[in-house]
């Protein structure tokens, strides 16, 4: 956590001192959203690999070397003479976000075999929380390091946080083979028939109803997300023409402390109960996260709106930590690739959001524009929730009616967790 936390920083570090030297080397806007558009097109494609990948190598191997790989395209970056800092971005744009993708999907299908299924919603939450509080610390001091150290300095700090998340990936004490297995069964899924078999059960499992919902309101909150990330510097502004980076800090620092206080509140309720939220924990959650967003740019008071600041903090944690966990309970073999597919659609969202939102800002109001992406968000929330709770309810009666043996092993074969107890994953329900 502490690796990633750092890297995290870095990250968004990065993303605030790489946006402006964009504008400062190229003089256009239009340069900035281009580049903002290659790196998420970078994400796309490697979500679109992420599980071949670790299919062939070890998930250790890979997060270690999708680290080095960013260090080394900053340090090129740093390097490179004034001719070549326009080509030297878009090459760092698309190394940083393929890699970055690479990482995270390494890293959260990693995550039962490093601790273990009965503790991977307490490291999950670990993780979100140290990422919640890198965040606050990457946007808030980026102005100071930009401005009083330059751009130099603020790449090299980025450099030296990834460098310093490959050193704690080198230092873990594990062995993780391909597709997050032991080496030797790692091996097996490297050839080319472990391959077709392991594509073949993915394409099996995304056939499910509720898995496949699952992914697609992912996506679709990502597009949301894409809406309030946009509108916020807009709304701001109308806020505070004089300091309108003032609303922004505050509401993200506000966001990130109830991200924090959700993931306190996740690991007594897993440690005192042994369950997670699971799936309908992560429908809820993106009902409460988005109704929040909207409340958000009504223009309420202040007060009114730290508050509406916490609970979408909070319920993004909810979301992030219960999806995750979720699509964790699958077997490891096809693990790989639900998060890889999961990383497509998120870029894929968030990409098309920005273009789309950015384009309607010009026209219309932020609230209109939040309200109408989050609202769809809240449509296809609606109908996960009500899916998941049929399925629910048809397994209880199956249960109630002692015929539940055939039922109960196609949820086994779905990937329970190992500690006896589901987190109420309906992957194989329907």
């Not at 090129?76 to 744009?93: E, R, W």
């Not at 990409?351 to 932020?366: C, E, Q, R």
């Amino acid at each position: 956590m502490t690796g990633y936390a750092i890297s995290s920083y870095g990250t968004f570090l990065n993303m605030v001192a790489l946006n402006l030297f964009v504008y400062a080397v190229t003089g256009r806007a239009l340069a900035v959203g281009v580049f903002m558009a290659v790196r998420l097109a970078a994400g796309f494609v490697a979500g679109l690999v992420a599980g071949s990948a670790l299919a062939r190598w070890s998930a250790k191997g890979v997060m270690l070397w999708a680290n080095v790989a960013q260090a080394a395209a900053l340090l090129l970056l740093i390097l490179a003479p004034d001719g070549l800092h326009t080509v030297s971005l878009f090459a760092v744009s698309v190394v940083v976000g393929f890699s970055g993708t690479v990482f995270m999907v390494a890293l959260r299908s990693s995550i039962p075999d490093i601790v273990g299924d009965e503790r991977k919603t307490w490291a999950n939450s670990f993780m979100v929380s140290g990422r919640s509080l890198a965040m606050v610390a990457g946007f808030a001091s980026s102005g100071v390091v930009v401005s009083l150290l330059g751009y130099t300095a603020a790449f090299l700090v980025d450099m030296a946080s990834f460098l310093v998340c490959a050193l704690t990936v080198a230092l873990l004490p594990i062995a993780l083979g391909p597709g997050g297995e032991t080496a030797a069964a790692g091996a097996k899924d490297a050839d080319t028939e472990g391959r077709r078999r392991i594509l073949s059960r993915f394409v099996a499992l995304g056939a499910a109803p509720a898995l496949a919902l699952m992914v697609l309101l992912r996506g679709v909150d990502a597009l949301g997300s894409s809406s309030h990330n946009a509108a916020l510097p807009v709304y701001s502004t109308e806020v505070d023409a004089d300091n309108p980076a003032v609303f922004v800090s505050v509401f993200w620092c506000v966001w990130a402390l109830g991200n924090i206080l959700v993931q306190q509140v996740l690991q007594r309720y897993t440690r005192r109960t042994g369950r997670t939220v699971g799936a309908l924990g992560f429908g809820l959650g993106t009902l409460a996260m988005s109704g929040a967003f909207i409340v958000a740019f009504a223009g309420l008071p202040w007060a009114a709106t730290i508050v509406v600041a916490l609970l979408a903090g909070a319920a993004d944690g909810l979301t992030e930590v219960s999806y995750t966990s979720h699509l964790q309970t699958l077997p490891a073999a096809v693990r790989t690739h639900a998060f890889g597919t999961s990383a497509t659609v998120e870029n894929l969202g968030f990409g098309v959001g920005m273009i789309v939102v950015a384009a309607a800002l010009d026209s219309f109001t932020a609230l209109s524009v939040v309200g109408v992406a989050h609202g769809v968000a809240i449509a296809v929330a609606l109908v996960f929730v009500v899916g998941v709770l049929r399925q629910r309810g048809a397994r209880d009666v199956v249960s109630a009616s002692g015929g539940n043996s055939e039922s109960q092993k196609g949820a086994d074969d779905a990937g329970p967790a190992r500690g006896g107890r589901r987190d109420g994953a309906e992957v194989s329900g329907s």
